[in-house]
């Protein structure tokens, strides 16, 4: 089945870097650079946004599932900087998805978020995207269209937990 059947994909906000700061007032926005593999890792560097738009639909919070549309092409195989990572967010605070990086949540009941990121997170679904990437030989970008076309054999609700519970 078509993931795109499943799925809904909220693409990163083109952040001006003029309504970013690096003094911790505001919302912490996550750059790809933050984007590690399976986690979020802010820094000393991360900027946060202090402007007045409302961006609710920009919003990631704890758990959310999200992928790297940019970074290493495949021929530099470091997990952390590949196109196509997968991470989930870990923090109990809200931040906001910078351009590049997109959310990806399941719409349908057939399709546990658990198995869902269990799923993309595969370094082999990672590699998989890498090599779907297209760009220069230093950065590699995917599309929505990517990871919405990509085929995913669905199991039970029931097997999809037991596999999660067993692997995770």
């Not at 946004?49 to 195989?77: F, H, R």
Request: aromatic residues 8%.
């Amino acid at each position: 089945m078509k993931l795109g059947n499943l799925i809904k994909i909220t693409s990163g906000y083109p952040f001006p870097s003029s309504e970013l700061v690096s003094n911790n007032n505001g919302t912490p926005v996550i750059k790809i650079k933050e984007l590690k593999s399976k986690t979020v890792v802010f820094s000393n560097d991360t900027n946060f946004y202090c402007g007045d738009k409302a961006l609710e639909e920009y919003c990631v919070t704890q758990g959310d599932i999200l992928v790297a549309m940019t970074g290493n092409p495949p021929t530099k195989p470091n997990l952390d900087a590949m196109v196509g990572r997968c991470s989930r967010y870990p923090y109990s605070f809200t931040s906001l998805l910078n351009q590049r990086i997109c959310k990806v949540e399941s719409k349908s009941p057939l399709l546990l978020t658990k198995y869902l990121y269990y799923w993309l997170s595969r370094d082999g679904m990672t590699e998989f995207l890498a090599q779907s990437s297209k760009g220069s030989a230093n950065q590699a970008n995917i599309s929505n269209r990517d990871i919405l076309s990509l085929e995913i054999d669905l199991v039970s609700v029931a097997q999809q937990s037991h596999i999660v519970d067993s692997k995770c």
